[in-house]
């Protein structure tokens, strides 16, 4: 059990990073123009420099949504990172990290907004680039999709011993 928790607490940690790295990083996107390659994420725009990210404006409201929800998907992360250090010690035995569990699933329906609505506002969207396609981050912010959902639902079927 105890290697088990261990090992959960590992992949909990590699989510929380994995998820600053897609949230932070701009390569969400990547396409090719005469200039080079570019790519963009949620904040910036980057050939040879970076540049604020222009968007027309139906997209703008999606586009804050999605940062909005990445933001907050890295703040429960934490949160349920911290709160299980915290039962991990205060938690009597046999008792089951509800907690915990409940916040990752929180952390995991904000992944699943934000990269929704990414994929479906600006899949394949980069105005004067060519051969378009996604970067790291968006996958990176999948795999993590993938990842707070198996850990919210273990936390919620393990107990302490």
């Excluded at 928790?5 to 992949?11: E, P, S």
């Excluded at 040879?48 to 027309?56: F, N």
């Excluded at 139906?58 to 992360?77: E, N, T």
């Excluded at 089951?96 to 409940?102: E, K, L, W």
């Amino acid at each position: 059990m105890l290697v088990l928790l261990a090992g959960i607490f590992v992949v909990h940690i590699a989510t929380v990073i994995m998820l600053f790295v897609s949230t932070i990083a701009n390569v969400w996107m990547v396409g090719s123009s005469n200039v080079g390659m570019a790519s963009s994420g949620l904040w910036l725009l980057c050939n040879k420099t970076c540049e604020q990210l222009p968007v027309s404006r139906p997209d703008d409201a999606s586009l804050k949504a999605v940062q909005a929800f990445m933001i907050l998907s890295i703040i429960f992360s934490v949160i349920a990172l911290v709160m299980f250090i915290v039962q991990l010690f205060t938690l009597e035995k046999g008792k089951r990290f509800y907690i915990t569990g409940a916040i990752m699933l929180v952390c995991w329906m904000c992944i699943l907004i934000g990269v929704s609505i990414y994929t479906a506002r600006f899949t394949g969207r980069m105005p004067g680039f060519t051969n378009s396609h996604h970067g790291y981050c968006f996958i990176l912010a999948w795999i993590c999709f993938c990842f707070s959902f198996i850990i919210g639902i273990l936390y919620l079927v393990l107990r302490k011993k």
